[in-house]
T-cell receptor
Framework: GQQLNQSPQSMFIQEGEDVSMNCTSSSIFNTWLWYKQDPGEGPVLLIALYKAGELTSNGRLTAQFGITRKDSFLNISASIPSDVGIYFCAGDNNNDMRFGAGTRLTVKP | DVKVTQSSRYLVKRTGEKVFLECVQD?????MFWYRQDPGLGLRLIYF???????EKGDIPEGYSVSREKKERFSLILESASTNQTSMYLC?????????????FGPGTRLTVT
């Protein structure tokens, strides 16, 4: 099945900077999710979004469910070294779940 | 906290061997999933299960089978391992009232087939 288009593929930022990444699809989704994966570990759920236009925060993370239901955005404010990892988006539409390829985030102290 | 555990973090098997990957979840979730993760390809669904003894093929079921005899346990079986099955295998579970969306993943099993 068609996976989601996630960008950027990688980011190298300085500690303290804000980060933005996004995910787009040609299909509509009922649910958008964002996961983080540390090296050698499984993905951990960060934020789940269930309604078009919804904006949800989890600490320094904020995610939005796009109004068209075809996209989602994740922002990380004031990045810290432990933010390093791969961030995945996922979209679910009636039990058909698709994943983005991930954004690899590197934070320089 | 939801906990999904996988029987091994690392496995090395020979071509032709039968391989069992076990997954256990402790949240009474009905849905369970097996994915493989490869660089540049992201997560791809192998099989999923809605309930005990029920299984459905995902996007890439060839070369794999599954077993769900108990609600908390979902096993992935490689009947005859091949080198192209070298990968990271991830198990996940979710509750059906959230659709498939809020999936909780295990730590993964990195399988190498030589």
């Amino acid at each position: 099945g068609q996976q989601l288009n996630q960008s950027p593929q990688s980011m190298f930022i300085q500690e303290g900077e804000d980060v933005s990444m996004n995910c787009t699809s040609s299909s509509i989704f009922n649910t958008w999710l964002w996961y983080k994966q540390d090296p050698g570990e499984g993905p951990v759920l960060l934020i789940a979004l269930y309604k078009a236009g919804e904006l949800t925060s989890n600490g320094r993370l904020t995610a939005q469910f796009g109004i068209t239901r075809k996209d989602s955005f994740l922002n990380i404010s004031a990045s810290i070294p432990s933010d390093v990892g791969i961030y995945f988006c996922a979209g679910d539409n009636n039990n058909d779940m698709r994943f983005g390829a991930g954004t690899r985030l590197t934070v320089k102290p | 906290d939801v906990k999904v555990t996988q029987s091994s973090r690392y496995l090395v098997k020979r071509t032709g061997e039968k391989v069992f990957l076990e997954c256990v979840q402790d949240m009474d979730h009905e849905n369970m999933f097996w994915y493989r993760q490869d660089p540049g390809l992201g997560l791809r669904l192998i099989y999923f299960s809605y309930d005990v003894k029920m299984k459905e093929k995902g996007d890439i079921p060839e070369g794999y089978s599954v077993s769900r005899e108990k609600k908390e346990r979902f096993s992935l079986i490689l009947e005859s391992a091949s080198t192209n099955q070298t990968s990271m295998y991830l198990c996940a579970s979710s509750s059906p009232w959230r659709g498939w969306g809020e999936q909780y993943f295990g730590p993964g099993t990195r399988l190498t087939v030589t």
